[in-house]
């Protein structure tokens, strides 16, 4: 069972920050999960809100801003001010550094399309992951199943997953009609008939968001693929 640091390592660090990301890298992450929104430009920057006042000095939604505006923004003194050099970083930024890499670190890049129907927001980002090179250690999800749709339509092969809350009973004809490759569901879900149903039909379950490593055990026995956590550090010492 793999490990992804959720936001990073969102846990000890500022989410979806560049440190966040490079620390859960550090301790030795199988991937990164992160969060895509685009500005008034139409940059594509890391940030899960719709609105920067939760984890910047800022006020707003990220659609009104202008990329270089959004760029001055402190993305780390709301967590702890010892973190006020940190920004929301570009998407282009994380998949450079990640290419820099010298191993393969997964992206789970979440189109974050379920409020805001970002126009155009599927190209751009697949644009982004070949101009990386990136096509083999990206997984593309949404909750906006027409996100998921519309990245099948201009990419039949990079790896794409169906993301949603609770127990649906649907599952296996949404991810068989959308073409999907994984499954990023809640424990529930993976703990259950329906999320069995979906492994056997050869789908991974990469469970979020996992922080209590008290849950490692059953969802092991459930073959779950991977644990998206906050705390990368509590499941990678077990
Ligand atoms: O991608 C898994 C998880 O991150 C989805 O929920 O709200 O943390 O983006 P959220
Ligand atoms: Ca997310």
Redesign the pocket.
Known sequence: MGIYG??GFSGCYPENTMIAFEEAESIGVDGI?L?VQMTKDGELVVI?DEKVDRTTNGAGYVKDFYYNQIRLLDAGSWFDPKFSNQIIPSLSEVLAWVKGLDRKLTV?I?LKTDRIDYINIEKKVLSKVYEYQLNDQVII?SFNQNSLKRVRELDPFIQTAL?FIGVPANVLEEARILRVNGI?CEAQFALSIEGQKMRENGYPLRV??VNDPSYVNALKKARVSII?TDFPNRFLSL
């Open positions: 959720h936001r999960e969060d899960h789970n979440e999800s993301l990023h979020y968001t998206m």
